[in-house]
């Protein structure tokens, strides 16, 4: 089957927009993909046709979407090959999911002594809610250091875990360079110390297929919104053996079985960790993003994606005083860089008037930064619907934005 | 001249360029003009952080006016800070109370001052004022 790109490019409305007065080249999917038709509609339909609070009304329209939302809770299932619907929690993106392990998990399992691993390579969000954590329990957070070409050597972390060690925090594939961790590989290590760990999925969930059971991940996380879905959805896999231990991260409607103000008892997973109204139709509308990957087949969509990562790397490496950040075999989408003598912003500024959406600054990784000893740097990011004519209109762009320097 | 006949000043410069890559040419020019700081004055207490780019600003009181001196690591934001340099210093305290910075907006380069960019410029305006605010104390 051949790679329909102009039926694909059609679904998304917002690639015919002009910025500037120059198409618009959307090179930052990695921050939040383009949204297509599908998932649009599917938002418009919930709110024409069968709108009502879920898992509450004794009534038809809170039945339907109710059961409009079960039905997405079983696709991500499916899609990540989850054991179980009990194991699926929706959240408002990766970084609550993270944040809900880190508090929870941390409230259950951690004492005062004990080491969580996280490595150096971790957005912000993989980082901060451990911290979060560690300060309150008396932990330590123990970085787990990459190497220079980006990726992260497996003998250092069996260096690293300890009997102090409770959890081991990674990424799937980092935000700033691209790197494919070797997450089953890792866990496999973790799992000899019977440490659990945690995967952030968030630039992994859009490329590559997960199948959390092969992988043995504890937690995993991602969000809708680098999926084609809606903005304020994301989902927290848990193996159910550490859900059901772990307490409620936030109380409310929804979470509860009984209250009394002497004591309440807590609904059963998933509900027990969904405090409140969800974002129903955000989730439900999650659900067409699904269905719009799996008919083209994520497969496919990764193939696309790097043929366009080969294409633009070795265009990029043409180019002089043009360094790139990450560069592990078999990467994902993702091109960080930075070019002798011209500012990340100033870069960014200019090809933004050329039409051209990519993101600067630190990325949200500042220790990423750090390593290279870097202010920041520029990252474009595709999507299902980029182009090799895009490529090269922006490599263009590119050589003539290094000229006014 | 008052600080808006300078702002007008600019605006005038600015209107001789027909396409938006002349302007930011002349930003970059500008912005590779600008006195470099001393690398002392680029220091902690003296740095606006953007998570984009960097702002150094330094303002001293003299003969009852304030002379601004700044810097930024990336170069269009250095332009704009030169620009924003020659309206506001060696002005009085009250002087710089009493305007509306407005030409930045006027050149249609607004998106520079925006909250998301995190330059460092909408800082620094706010820390002009904040000079402004201080010294008129020190003054009155």
Redesign the interface.
């Known amino acids: 089957m051949s790679y329909d790109i102009d039926k694909i490019r059609s679904y998304f409305p917002i690639l015919k927009q002009e910025v500037y007065n120059k198409p618009l080249i959307y090179f930052d999917s990695a921050a939040s993909s383009q949204k297509p038709i599908q998932v649009l509609m599917k938002e418009e339909e919930l709110h024409n046709e069968y709108y009502g609070n879920i898992h509450r009304g004794a009534h038809f329209m809170a039945d339907r979407a109710t059961e409009a939302y079960e039905e997405v809770r079983e696709r991500v299932r499916t899609f990540i090959n989850a054991d179980s619907r009990n194991e699926i929690i929706f959240t408002k993106g990766t970084t609550e999911s993270i944040n809900l392990v880190a508090a929870s998990y941390g409230e259950q399992f951690l004492n005062e002594g004990d080491e969580i691993i996280v490595s150096e390579m971790e957005h912000h969000s993989n980082i901060v809610p451990w911290q979060l954590v560690a300060r309150r329990k008396g932990v330590r957070i123990v970085k787990w250091p990459f190497n220079d070409d980006g990726t992260l050597s497996l003998d250092k972390l069996r260096n690293l875990l300890s009997t102090k060690t409770k959890m081991v925090a990674v990424a799937h594939v980092s935000n700033v360079l691209g790197t494919i961790n070797p997450v089953k590989e890792i866990i496999e290590i973790a799992h000899q110390r019977n440490v659990p760990v945690l995967v952030d999925g968030a630039q992994a969930a859009p490329h590559l297929a997960i199948d959390v059971q092969e992988l043995d991940a504890d937690f995993y996380a991602f969000s809708a919104h680098k999926m084609y879905g809606p903005n304020g959805v994301g989902v927290l896999y848990g193996k159910e053996k550490w859900l059901e231990k772990m307490p409620p991260y936030q109380g409310g409607g929804e979470m509860i079985s009984e209250v009394s103000f002497e004591e309440t008892t807590f609904n059963e997973l998933p509900y027990k960790f969904e405090a409140g109204t969800p974002n129903i139709n955000g989730v439900i509308a999650f659900g067409a993003a699904l269905e719009l990957i799996d008919s083209i087949g994520l497969s496919h969509v990764a193939a696309w994606e790097h043929e366009l990562l080969d294409y633009a790397t070795s265009k990029l490496k043409e180019i002089e005083g043009l360094k790139i950040y990450g560069e592990a075999p078999g990467k994902s989408g993702v091109i960080s860089f930075n070019i002798e003598g011209v500012h990340s912003y100033d870069m960014a500024m200019l090809l933004d008037k050329m039409g051209i959406a990519l993101r600067s600054g630190h990325l949200c990784a500042d220790t990423v930064m750090a390593h290279y000893d870097i202010q920041g740097c520029v990252r474009i990011s595709f999507g299902m619907y980029n182009t090799k004519e895009e490529v090269d209109t922006f490599v263009n762009a590119l050589n003539k934005v290094r000229m006014m320097f | 001249m008052t600080i808006e006949q300078v702002q007008q000043e600019i605006v005038d410069e600015f209107s001789m360029f027909e396409d938006?890559?002349d302007k930011?040419?002349y930003l970059?020019e500008l912005g590779n003009e600008l006195e470099p700081l001393d690398p002392k004055d680029k220091n902690d207490q003296n740095l606006i952080k953007g998570?984009?780019?960097?702002v150094w600003l330094v303002a001293e009181l003299e003969d009852g006016k304030i002379n601004f001196r700044g810097e930024s690591?990336?170069?269009?934001?250095k332009g704009l800070v030169a620009l924003l340099l020659r309206v506001v210093s060696g002005r009085k305290p009250q002087e710089l109370l009493d305007s509306e910075m407005h030409f930045i907006d006027d050149l249609g380069l607004k998106q520079?001052l925006s909250p998301t960019r995190?330059?460092g410029l909408l800082a620094m305006v706010k820390q002009i004022r904040l000079y402004a605010v201080a010294y008129s104390k020190i003054e009155g």
């Open positions: 938006w890559m930011y040419s970059i998570c984009q780019s960097r690591d990336a170069v269009i934001v520079h995190s330059n």
